[in-house]
């Protein structure tokens, strides 16, 4: 007994020595994370757009400017951008953490139209005939880099260098830009292929060929591989003029990620206290892990050279109470284990065998979101996305692999065969229970008042819809961005003043170290921005830069939220119907519909801000709400399949699913704790930028929390009753019967 008890002690001092390492490893990891504008400041550019024949600007060509700049901002290595339109006619650029300033303006503003024209500069192909995405880094003969082109139409390229090659002078010119008027053969051929001129090469053509060009020049690796990303990330449609640009300050950024380290800090303790609270020894392993977890998620995100935005914190906060959801149902398995008799050691290996198919379906289920939010999302939703998908892989690596690899240890010594309280917090009383043959209590009594419940707030959501609609933020609205940069003190209550007095309506407010930044309703003209300037200038000797924001993007931003709700939706019912039957299926996407309306009704009753985070939390709760519904799900098929399905006589659906709520309500609450608590930590302690999405959140927590439990299986055993009621063969009457006698062979 002796060495059982100093076998625990040696493991739990290196537990506790792995968590303060964990805990110092932490800060230099995080520290060398590479931050968004909003926690780190960047490098902002305002751009003029004209179309390049000189027509007027339309909306589908700004919006294809838009994307084009997408593309060409991912060639930089910068996630996480913010491309604003303003106006008809602009585009403002915010990238984050970027140091070659005078790089990324060339990237952006150059129009990276490719041509080949002949010495007279008559064109002659278009970058058309090209691959798209073929250009390559090389070397020429000499072994100095080069730019290699690979060939799309090599009929038409055959055909033109089968021409230039009887040409008196058969060469031919590789343009970038090319500019009529100004740009000429004649006056670039000396300077071609150096980084002054548009005369990129001039290759003599002697045959004709249709394999891979090589643009040669006197160019440095880096200007090749400029000039390689330039080509593959596309021509702009549009020509870019650089109105003003400045380095926006950290300020913001500093203030914003102390206050989500504070909230961070706050709700990975309180998740902590909870588990060691609930299960004590096991809650203590759980909590090492969870620090290992957000250790990992950190190493993963830094290795894929992701950076670290506020929606990714909110994501990351999200995974560890999603990641603990693991270790409770686990644990709910070996307790149910041990009221069988069973001894700890049997108990630990049927209940993690048990476990692990409905953790796996859980997470599957909440990683086709991710992955549908990820395809179809933009900037912070993209970053939302990719922090929710590393956080499933890590799960499943820490809080089931290396978690159960640490139960599995201390129950092996055996210490805690008869201190099962003090392992998994179980009572003797606890075993007594006989759950399986005792009355079901009638949870699906209660399914109706939480269906009333929800009916009155979605009604009052809609009526409050009608009278005062939502409350769009500058994503989905037209606006102006006034920020004021001034060492004379600025207090919110004095903007307030000044805004009234200008008669603009303030949507939001934000003030860091000497720098204030407000969004306002309306739309400025140009003199009315020369008019705020100058008062603002005036008033607290400020630099004031404003922006007027376009809403050109936001029907394209519905369009995609729309389009990832209704294919998480499908996925999810397809997958359960799969892993489970049709009714389970429709019984679960009933429920998460019923989740994002009541989501949907809270925000419209409490007016908080609709914005592009608020989509984020709606395909957030559609797969997180999933995992609740699973396990109950995956209990109730469980117990089915103890009995003889076709043998279930009138009554017994219900109290199957009964039992099946009673066995896993425990573990949905505690899950749901879980979950909440990070995020209540993050909206007490947090930034208000992420203030969307943590109301949006715990609304579809509690809403999905109870959907999940009463909804659920009331609405599956009320298909099943229909079903069954529908393919319930036909009574056949007594005198059908007798009309069917043929005399002379029946009687």
Same mark, same amino acid.
Request: glycine share 6%; hydrophobic share 45%.
């Given at each position: 007994?002796?060495?059982?008890?100093?076998?625990?002690?040696?493991?739990?001092?290196?537990?506790?020595?792995?968590?303060?390492?964990?805990?110092?490893?932490?800060?230099?990891?995080?520290?060398?994370?590479?931050?968004?504008?909003?926690?780190?400041?960047?490098?902002?550019?305002?751009?003029?757009?004209?179309?390049?024949?000189?027509?007027?600007?339309?909306?589908?060509?700004?919006?294809?400017?838009?994307?084009?700049?997408?593309?060409?901002?991912?060639?930089?290595?910068?996630?996480?951008?913010?491309?604003?339109?303003?106006?008809?006619?602009?585009?403002?650029?915010?990238?984050?953490?970027?140091?070659?300033?005078?790089?990324?303006?060339?990237?952006?503003?150059?129009?990276?139209?490719?041509?080949?024209?002949?010495?007279?500069?008559?064109?002659?192909?278009?970058?058309?005939?090209?691959?798209?995405?073929?250009?390559?880094?090389?070397?020429?003969?000499?072994?100095?880099?080069?730019?290699?082109?690979?060939?799309?139409?090599?009929?038409?390229?055959?055909?033109?260098?089968?021409?230039?090659?009887?040409?008196?002078?058969?060469?031919?010119?590789?343009?970038?830009?090319?500019?009529?008027?100004?740009?000429?053969?004649?006056?670039?051929?000396?300077?071609?292929?150096?980084?002054?001129?548009?005369?990129?090469?001039?290759?003599?053509?002697?045959?004709?060929?249709?394999?891979?060009?090589?643009?040669?020049?006197?160019?440095?690796?880096?200007?090749?591989?400029?000039?390689?990303?330039?080509?593959?990330?596309?021509?702009?449609?549009?020509?870019?003029?650089?109105?003003?640009?400045?380095?926006?300050?950290?300020?913001?950024?500093?203030?914003?990620?102390?206050?989500?380290?504070?909230?961070?800090?706050?709700?990975?303790?309180?998740?902590?206290?909870?588990?060691?609270?609930?299960?004590?020894?096991?809650?203590?392993?759980?909590?090492?892990?969870?620090?290992?977890?957000?250790?990992?998620?950190?190493?993963?995100?830094?290795?894929?050279?992701?950076?670290?935005?506020?929606?990714?914190?909110?994501?990351?906060?999200?995974?560890?109470?999603?990641?603990?959801?693991?270790?409770?149902?686990?644990?709910?398995?070996?307790?149910?284990?041990?009221?069988?008799?069973?001894?700890?050691?049997?108990?630990?290996?049927?209940?993690?065998?048990?476990?692990?198919?409905?953790? *796996? +379906? =859980?997470? %599957?289920?909440? &990683?086709?979101?991710?992955?549908?939010?990820?395809?179809? #999302?933009?900037?912070? $939703?993209?970053?939302?996305?990719?922090?929710?998908?590393?956080?499933?892989?890590?799960?499943?690596?820490?809080?089931?692999?290396?978690?159960?690899?640490?139960?599995?240890?201390?129950?092996?010594?055996?210490?805690?065969?008869?201190?099962?309280?003090?392992?998994?917090?179980?009572?003797?009383?606890?075993?007594?229970?006989?759950?399986?043959?005792?009355?079901?209590?009638?949870?699906?009594?209660?399914?109706?008042?939480?269906?009333?419940?929800?009916?009155?707030?979605?009604?009052?959501?809609?009526?409050?819809?009608?009278?005062?609609?939502?409350?769009?933020?500058?994503?989905?609205?037209?606006?102006?961005?006034?920020?004021?940069?001034?060492?004379?003190?600025?207090?919110?209550?004095? *903007? +307030? =003043?000044? %805004?009234?007095? &200008?008669?603009?309506?303030?949507?939001?407010?934000?003030? #860091?170290?000497?720098? $204030?930044?407000?969004?306002?309703?309306?739309?400025?003209?140009?003199?009315?921005?020369?008019?705020?300037?100058?008062?603002?200038?005036?008033?607290?000797?400020?630099?004031?830069?404003?922006?007027?924001?376009?809403?050109?993007?936001?029907?394209?931003?519905?369009?995609?939220?729309?389009?990832?709700?209704?294919?998480?939706?499908?996925?999810?019912?397809?997958?359960?119907?799969?892993?489970?039957?049709?009714?389970?299926?429709?019984?679960?996407?009933?429920?998460?519909?019923?989740?994002?309306?009541?989501?949907?009704?809270?925000?419209?009753?409490?007016?908080?801000?609709?914005?592009?985070?608020?989509?984020?939390?709606?395909?957030?709760?559609?797969?997180?709400?999933?995992?609740?519904?699973?396990?109950?799900?995956?209990?109730?098929?469980?117990?089915?399949?103890?009995?003889?399905?076709?043998?279930?006589?009138?009554?017994?659906?219900?109290?199957?699913?009964?039992?099946?709520?009673?066995?896993?309500?425990?573990?949905?609450?505690?899950?749901?704790?879980?979950?909440?608590?990070?995020?209540?930590?993050?909206?007490?302690?947090?930034?208000?930028?992420?203030?969307?999405?943590?109301?949006?959140?715990?609304?579809?927590?509690?809403?999905?929390?109870?959907?999940?439990?009463?909804?659920?299986?009331?609405?599956?055993?009320?298909?099943?009753?229909?079903?069954?009621?529908?393919?319930?063969?036909?009574?056949?009457?007594?005198?059908?019967?007798?009309?069917?006698?043929?005399?002379?062979?029946?009687?």
């Amino acid at each position: 007994m002796k060495a059982k008890r100093n076998s625990v002690i040696i493991r739990t001092l290196l537990l506790t020595a792995l968590s303060v390492l964990i805990c110092f490893v932490l800060n230099p990891v995080f520290k060398n994370l590479k931050y968004g504008l909003d926690l780190q400041g960047g490098f902002e550019i305002l751009y003029q757009v004209t179309p390049l024949d000189g027509s007027k600007m339309t909306k589908e060509k700004l919006t294809s400017t838009y994307h084009s700049m997408s593309r060409r901002i991912d060639s930089l290595g910068v996630s996480e951008p913010e491309i604003i339109l303003e106006g008809n006619d602009k585009i403002r650029v915010r990238l984050a953490g970027v140091t070659n300033q005078e790089e990324a303006r060339e990237t952006l503003s150059t129009v990276a139209s490719l041509t080949f024209r002949d010495t007279n500069d008559n064109l002659l192909m278009t970058s058309e005939v090209l691959e798209s995405g073929g250009a390559r880094l090389t070397t020429d003969s000499n072994g100095r880099p080069a730019v290699a082109l690979s060939i799309a139409d090599v009929d038409t390229f055959y055909e033109v260098t089968n021409r230039v090659k009887d040409y008196e002078d058969n060469r031919i010119v590789i343009w970038l830009d090319f500019e009529e008027g100004t740009d000429s053969y004649a006056a670039s051929q000396y300077t071609c292929g150096t980084e002054s001129s548009h005369c990129l090469s001039a290759a003599t053509v002697n045959q004709a060929f249709a394999s891979d060009v090589i643009i040669q020049g006197n160019f440095t690796e880096e200007q090749a591989q400029n000039l390689v990303d330039l080509i593959n990330s596309g021509s702009l449609p549009a020509k870019l003029t650089e109105v003003s640009s400045q380095t926006v300050g950290a300020s913001f950024g500093e203030a914003t990620l102390q206050k989500t380290l504070i909230a961070g800090i706050v709700g990975i303790s309180l998740v902590a206290l909870l588990l060691i609270f609930v299960y004590h020894f096991a809650g203590f392993i759980s909590s090492v892990c969870i620090l290992l977890y957000t250790l990992l998620v950190f190493a993963v995100f830094w290795l894929v050279g992701g950076v670290l935005t506020l929606p990714g914190i909110a994501a990351l906060l999200l995974g560890i109470g999603m990641a603990v959801d693991a270790n409770v149902l686990t644990y709910a398995r070996i307790k149910e284990e041990l009221q069988k008799g069973r001894s700890l050691e049997s108990a630990f290996k049927n209940g993690s065998k048990a476990s692990f198919t409905t953790i *796996l +379906d =859980a997470n %599957l289920t909440t &990683l086709l979101v991710a992955i549908i939010m990820f395809i179809f #999302g933009e900037s912070s $939703v993209k970053g939302f996305a990719t922090m929710l998908i590393i956080n499933i892989a890590v799960t499943m690596v820490t809080m089931v692999g290396i978690t159960r690899m640490m139960m599995k240890g201390f129950v092996k010594t055996g210490y805690f065969d008869d201190k099962l309280n003090l392992f998994l917090h179980v009572k003797k009383k606890d075993l007594e229970k006989e759950t399986l043959e005792k009355k079901p209590k009638n949870y699906l009594r209660m399914s109706k008042y939480f269906a009333i419940f929800s009916c009155v707030c979605i009604l009052i959501g809609t009526v409050f819809f009608g009278v005062k609609g939502f409350h769009l933020g500058i994503d989905y609205q037209a606006g102006s961005d006034i920020t004021l940069v001034s060492s004379n003190p600025i207090s919110e209550s004095s *903007l +307030d =003043a000044d %805004l009234e007095s &200008l008669g603009l309506t303030k949507v939001s407010y934000e003030a #860091g170290d000497g720098e $204030v930044s407000l969004r306002v309703k309306d739309v400025l003209a140009d003199d009315e921005i020369a008019e705020v300037t100058n008062y603002f200038t005036n008033k607290y000797q400020a630099d004031v830069d404003i922006g007027v924001v376009s809403n050109i993007v936001a029907q394209e931003l519905i369009k995609n939220a729309a389009i990832s709700i209704a294919l998480s939706l499908i996925g999810i019912i397809l997958y359960v119907s799969f892993r489970f039957t049709f009714h389970f299926g429709l019984s679960s996407v009933l429920c998460l519909i019923h989740d994002a309306l009541m989501m949907v009704a809270g925000i419209l009753i409490f007016q908080v801000e609709v914005n592009s985070m608020f989509i984020v939390a709606i395909l957030t709760i559609i797969g997180y709400s999933i995992n609740n519904t699973i396990v109950v799900f995956d209990r109730i098929r469980e117990n089915r399949k103890k009995k003889d399905s076709a043998k279930l006589k009138e009554g017994e659906l219900e109290d199957l699913v009964n039992l099946s709520i009673g066995q896993t309500m425990s573990r949905s609450i505690y899950t749901s704790l879980t979950t909440l608590l990070p995020i209540i930590a993050l909206m007490i302690f947090g930034s208000s930028g992420i203030l969307t999405f943590n109301v949006a959140m715990v609304i579809g927590l509690i809403a999905g929390t109870y959907s999940s439990i009463f909804l659920a299986g009331y609405i599956y055993v009320k298909l099943e009753k229909r079903s069954a009621k529908k393919n319930k063969p036909k009574k056949i009457r007594r005198q059908e019967v007798q009309e069917k006698i043929i005399k002379g062979i029946n009687d």
